[in-house]
């Protein structure tokens, strides 16, 4: 995304005018979902987290915001938002490909194991941000 920023001063206030150039029919993300995508690039293959996790990482207590950040990403897999798990281990949702399937194929390639809906050995995979 390219953004041109202008300021403008009129009549004593300072205005930021974003201009987006992405293609027509997308909309412009927010800063926290930038925050939340660039947060997802942390997390190492082979290793999951959760939404809990990544907020406390964000410092914010809105998990169901990085939820739908996440749910959001646009430059799945390479962004890995299939990275992020629910906190008592489970696989969660997946807006890409073939939905949970395809999530559960990802984490399978990266070496995270899943049994009916839950990852395997939670404890041992599961990574926390460091500040």
């Known amino acids: ?6 300021r403008l001063n009129q009549i004593g206030l300072r205005y930021v005018i974003m201009v987006s150039c992405e293609p027509k029919g997308e909309t412009m993300a927010t800063l926290f979902q930038h925050a939340v995508w660039k947060a997802l690039e942390k997390i190492p293959s082979g290793k999951v987290t959760s939404y809990a996790a990544l907020a406390r990482y964000l410092e914010t207590r809105a998990v169901r915001a990085v939820g739908s950040a996440v749910g959001k990403n646009p430059n799945a897999p390479q ?4 990275r992020v798990v629910r906190g ?9 490909g073939e939905g949970v399937a395809t999530k559960i194929r990802l984490l399978s390639q990266e070496g995270v194991e899943t049994s009916e809906g839950k990852i395997v050995d939670f404890d041992t995979v599961f990574w926390e941000f460091t500040p």
């Open 88 to 96: 008592d281990g489970t696989i969660g949702n997946y807006s890409g």
């Open 1 to 6: 995304m390219i953004l041109a920023e202008t």
């Open 79 to 82: 962004v890995p938002c299939h």
